[in-house]
């Protein structure tokens, strides 16, 4: 499955976002789904992440109650709403699908396709 995500771009602390990955090549119904963020240096960092069906989502906790993650299977994307942002937040976020959760939700090892990314950058 390829993933391909967009929605990224500059906006003032305190603002929202919302991200999409669509993925093609393939159901998405198939996947576990999550969004990983990283900056220049840094490891790639856990978020957010939805299991196939949307009936258990997980959050890294700097993002709890401001992020939330959601899918739509019929039409093959996840989405990622981000409200109020902060400079932390600044990162290349990456979507990526995992067939199952047997290795933990956050580790990146449990995820085999990723999008290229988007850039998120919250100015103060």
């Known amino acids: 499955v390829q993933l391909v995500e967009s929605g990224g771009g500059l906006v003032q602390r305190g603002g929202s976002l919302r991200l999409s990955c669509v993925a093609s090549?393939?159901?998405?119904?198939?996947?576990?789904m999550a969004w990983f963020r990283q900056t220049p240096g840094q490891d790639r960092e856990f978020v957010a992440a939805i299991n196939w069906n949307a009936h258990d989502t997980h959050y890294e906790d700097s993002v709890k109650g401001r992020f939330a993650i959601s899918r739509e299977n019929r039409i093959n994307t996840v989405y990622l709403r981000m409200n109020h942002l902060d400079v932390h937040d600044s990162a290349v976020y990456y979507c990526?699908?995992?067939?199952?959760w047997g290795g933990g939700v956050t580790p990146t090892t449990s995820y085999q396709h990723w999008g290229r990314g988007t850039l998120v950058t919250v100015s103060s």
């Open positions: 090549g393939g159901r998405l119904e198939k996947w576990n």
């Open positions: 990526a699908a995992g067939e199952h």
